[in-house]
Structure formats: structure tokens, C-alpha cells
Nanobody
């Protein structure tokens, strides 16, 4: 079982940027699909971005053009670069991985999850 640890969250003003990192241990995730999800208070967890085994990326419409996902297989990490942040981007951000390395936006298809990191965007 892989362990995932997110870092890089914090408080930022609207229009600012943050970079989140997801570090994996226990096994390599180079062949996994890895996704970022987020959850705002009182709302369901929602898909943000995914990078598949071949490094193709998929994003939710709400973050398209503002957020990017990348992976560093040598470091066994996946990063989420968030630019032009909006107050509605506020929430807990989770990274998740699935050994079947194809894209999915469904939380049920991801078997490993991190503990989450809080992102707060002030208006």
C-alpha cells in the first residue's frame, strides 16, 4: 500500500498562487494515475486534476487554464500548481492514486489517499 502525504497548503489572497506537493512512499507511483480532489465545507469531494501513467493530464472545467498537474517520477511526487486563485477554490485538497494508471474523476476508483492540506483563498 502506498502512503501519500500532501504539503504546501496555506492562506493566500485572491489572484495569488500556491503549489501543492504529494509525496508517495512505500512503492513507486510512476505507473499510477494520480489525481487531486478538493472538498469545501458542507460540499462533496470534487475532482480537480488527474495525471495518468503516460503523463497526460485532465482537468475540471472550473480550474482549466489556472491549475496544472505534473509528476516527478525520480522523486515519486506529484505537484499541483495553482494560479489565479479564487475564493471558491478554498477547501481541503487531497491527492489520490490508483494503480490502474488510466484517468478517472471518480473518487471510488482511487485506492490510496493522503490526509489532505487546507487551502484558503481570501477575497
Amino acid at each position: 500500500q502506498v502512503q501519500l502525504v500532501e504539503s504546501g497548503g496555506g492562506l493566500v489572497q485572491a489572484g495569488g498562487s500556491l503549489r501543492l506537493s504529494c509525496a508517495a512512499s512505500g512503492r513507486t507511483i510512476s505507473g499510477d494515475a494520480v489525481a487531486w480532489f478538493r472538498q469545501a465545507p458542507g460540499k462533496e469531494r470534487e475532482f480537480v486534476l488527474c495525471i495518468d501513467w503516460s503523463s497526460l493530464t485532465y482537468s475540471a472545467d472550473s480550474v482549466n487554464g489556472r491549475f496544472t498537474i505534473s509528476r516527478d517520477n525520480a522523486k515519486n511526487t506529484v505537484s499541483l500548481q495553482m494560479n489565479s486563485l479564487k475564493p471558491e477554490d478554498t477547501g481541503v485538497y487531497y491527492c489520490a492514486s490508483r494503480e490502474r494508471g488510466y484517468y478517472s474523476s471518480n473518487t471510488k476508483n482511487y485506492g490510496s489517499w493522503g490526509q489532505g492540506t487546507q487551502v484558503t483563498v481570501a477575497s
